[in-house]
T-cell receptor
Framework: EAQVTQNPRYLITVTGKKLTVTCSQN?????MSWYRQDPGLGLRQIYY???????DKGDVPEGYKVSRKEKRNFPLILESPSPNQTSLYFC????????????????FGPGTRLTVL | KNEVEQSPQNLTAQEGEFITINCSYS?????LHWLQQHPGGGIVSLFM???GKKKHGRLIATINIQEKHSSLHITASHPRDSAVYIC????????????FGTGTRLQVTL
């Protein structure tokens, strides 16, 4: 079954304690991305990757790190979480279309609800 | 700054009604995406448009490049269509980077 998996699904942590949210896809997609969703602000892109070892900042990259060492995995790292990173996080993957790199239909993970105390 | 605006923010309809959700963007785009977020939180991609019109079942998405506007239509609406509908733009020159609208919350009642 084609899917994007995220772990953990729920996490409560404390300020400053490093954490990693994993994301994995089984569709051999070149493109992967992380988003956060906050009430009243909607979805915002954190980081994205167009292929292995290629990552780019989205609109809200501050306080986050990513890596793309393998095509299937795209972990999101919070080195020193703060309460303003409390949010619902989604990972997604997609094929890229044409030489412009336009996104095809995206497949989303189930979301990770993070609370930083 | 590239922006995406959706209207209405909230929409209540009776079963069977024809529904239109609007999305406007500020400058040239390479593609416009429509997403559906279920009440449980899961997100599904509905359409990717760069021109014209696409149809999938009771859902129709259109885009007018000159007017910088896209619409999502739902024909013969049903309570299971109740969800948040989100549009997202890939702006020209920043392909693969998405800017999202804040979503339209649709409630379809019997």
């Amino acid at each position: 079954e084609a899917q994007v998996t995220q772990n953990p699904r729920y996490l409560i942590t404390v300020t400053g304690k490093k954490l990693t949210v994993t994301c994995s896809q089984n569709m051999n997609h070149e493109y992967m991305s992380w988003y956060r969703q906050d009430p009243g602000l909607g979805l915002r892109q954190i980081y994205y990757s167009m292929n292995v070892e290629v990552t780019d900042k989205g609109d809200v990259p501050e306080g986050y790190k990513v890596s793309r060492k393998e095509k299937r995995n795209f972990p999101l790292i919070l080195e020193s979480p703060s309460p303003n990173q409390t949010s619902l996080y989604f990972c997604a993957s997609s094929l890229l279309l044409g030489f412009m790199g336009t996104l095809d239909e995206q497949f989303f993970g189930p979301g990770t609800r993070l609370t930083v105390l | 700054k590239n922006e995406v605006e959706q209207s209405p923010q909230n929409l209540t309809a009776q079963e069977g009604e024809f529904i239109t959700i609007n999305c406007s963007y500020s400058v040239g785009i390479s593609a416009l995406h429509w997403l559906q977020q279920h009440p449980g939180g899961g997100i599904v991609s509905l359409f990717m448009l760069s021109s014209g019109k696409k149809k999938h079942g009771r859902l129709i998405a259109t885009i007018n490049i000159q007017e910088k506007h896209s619409s999502l239509h739902i024909t013969a609406s049903h309570p299971r269509d109740s969800a948040v509908y989100i549009c997202a733009a890939e702006y020209t020159g920043t392909a693969s980077k998405l800017t999202f609208g804040t979503g339209t919350r649709l409630q379809v009642t019997l």
